[in-house]
């Protein structure tokens, strides 16, 4: 008979004017690593918030039973008590903290006089050992990279002796090198009895890591199934999640890439805004067409996003210098509002923390960037507003039950295309995606890719960066390589491989 540790038996969760959760039924064996796989706003992540005790009982209504015994957990330290741990998508880490500060945060090793400072250090670089960091404890995360950061979250939930480890989105921020290494410490700590549940979006990283994959689709449980032989692969994920085969994962697009160039870069430099000896961007040129979509590869750390954000306004950086032109004209922008009104666009790959404002409705995030066109005599005309509003709603199809529904409330995916309207009513001639599908699930994504076709069709500049490989190859006309903050390689996208592009950052690190 299985052991199960955990059980949640017809668990239902109600939001104003959604039905978030409709009796979902979960059952995980103790010492697996488990999936939960499904499209943006399935129910995922409100489902682990439910187990966790983030959405407190009373919320909801249903079961969990975990270890045999029925919880109720009203809050988030009564599951770390007994040993569930929840590990969230933005890290819940402290920068201008120590690595040993953050990791017993509200868990203080106390001695005779207060803290232990000792103890504290000794200890965090215990736990550090078991997920394989050599840093010292008394590091700051503001000067470790992302991959540490999350490697720091899993010693920290070491530290609190977990039994259970819940995982959402671990690896959308990482680069491949660092996801493998994660799952891989996933994989080891399923050999000591630790027992994982993992929501992810990356569907070759849950065939290769999970023993089953539970299916979500609109607040429902599909199906859980079994890939302890690992011969699940990617699209039969794919079928429980949308409910039909993806033969293409990229839409078809006519390639009618104009003449005329959109912008060009030539010749820029950018140093780091506070160790302003070191030069991130390093003498780049680069150019995008009309109706072309180009793309940016590189590791992390490359320098994409710094150059991305450094032609936006001088967003990023100082002593930055180079040339930009936009239409053939040479143009000199000293801050966002001049790159907005220049006809640029910015779409960041951080869109909860500075793409959007999430306490805010639909209908204001989808006008912030150009208000100048919903108001009359410097007051905003609302009605003209919720239409604009609900113009791209319908445009981009946008689940959610209002406009004015706070952006907060929505899925990864449907954020996303809010983002995305933000700058489409903008009108801009050149967007910047940058990570523009990371953390959303397949079906959104295609949606994205559809909306950036449509984007090029109307004559539009489009540059894309990302760290899937794979998606740069299925959109992209053209692709040029980044490795520490210099151009090493620009190629047609007909031409080019994954082998090709790495290799190419490589020779350069060789170089």
Not at 312 to 323: L, N
């Amino acid at each position: 008979m299985a052991d199960h540790i955990l059980v949640m038996k017809n668990i239902t969760k109600e939001f104003p004017g959604v039905k978030a959760l409709d009796n979902v039924n979960l059952e995980v064996e103790r010492g697996e690593i488990h999936a939960l796989v499904g499209e943006n706003g399935a129910g995922k992540s409100t489902l682990m918030n439910v187990l966790s005790g983030t959405y407190p009982y009373g919320t909801y209504t249903g079961d969990i039973i975990y270890n045999g015994e029925t919880c109720q957990f009203k809050t988030l330290k009564d599951s770390e008590k007994v040993g569930i741990v929840i590990i969230h998508q933005e890290l819940a880490l402290i920068p201008e903290l120590s690595i040993g500060e953050n990791m017993f945060l509200g868990n203080e090793r106390l001695g005779r006089f207060g803290i232990d400072w000792d103890r504290t250090y000794h200890e965090a670089e215990e736990h550090m050992q078991q997920v394989g960091l050599k840093d010292s404890a008394q590091t700051l995360i503001k000067d470790i990279g992302t991959g540490k950061q999350q490697l720091v979250e899993i010693a920290k939930a070491l530290a609190k002796n977990v039994k259970l480890l819940i995982l959402d989105e671990p690896t959308s921020s990482l680069n491949e090198e660092d996801a493998k290494m994660l799952l891989d410490l996933l994989l080891e700590f399923k050999k000591s009895g630790l027992t994982s549940i993992i929501i992810s979006h990356k569907l070759n990283e849950i065939a290769y890591v999970a023993d089953k994959i539970t299916v979500i689709r609109d607040g429902a449980t599909i199906e859980t199934i079994d890939n302890s032989s690992r011969e699940v692969d990617e699209d039969r994920i794919i079928q429980g999640m949308v409910g039909r085969s993806m033969d293409d994962r990229y839409p078809e697009r006519e390639h009618l890439v104009s003449d005329e160039i959109g912008m060009e870069v030539r010749d820029w430099n950018v140093f780091h805004p506070i160790y302003t000896d070191k030069k991130v961007v390093d003498n780049i040129s680069f150019n995008v067409h009309k109706g072309e979509i180009v793309g940016f590869s590189g590791l992390q750390g490359a320098g994409r996003t710094e150059l991305a954000m450094s032609i936006f306004g001088k967003a990023y950086g100082t002593g930055i210098t180079g040339h930009l032109f936009i239409d053939g004209k040479e143009v000199r922008l000293h801050n966002e509002h001049e790159a907005i009104m220049a006809g640029l666009a910015y779409v960041t790959e951080d869109r909860k923390g500075n793409g959007l404002v999430l306490d805010k409705s639909i209908a204001m995030n989808t006008t912030m960037a150009r208000l100048d066109k919903v108001c009359d005599r410097g007051i905003i005309d609302t009605n003209k507003e919720n239409q604009v509003a609900e113009e791209y709603k319908e445009k981009l199809r946008t689940k959610t039950p209002s406009i004015h529904q706070n952006v907060g409330n929505l899925s990864g995916g449907n954020q996303q295309k809010v983002l995305l309207a933000k700058w489409m009513f903008a009108d801009s001639e050149v967007l910047i995606l940058d990570e523009p599908t990371r953390g959303i699930d397949v079906g959104a994504k295609y949606e994205i890719y559809c909306i950036m076709n449509d984007l090029v069709a109307q004559g539009k500049s489009v540059i894309m960066i990302s760290s899937e490989m794979p998606e740069l190859l299925g959109m992209c006309d053209r692709i040029y390589v980044m490795n520490e903050g210099r151009m090493v390689a620009e190629m047609p996208a007909s031409e080019a491989t994954q082998e090709k592009i790495m290799a190419a950052i490589l020779k350069s690190d060789k170089a």
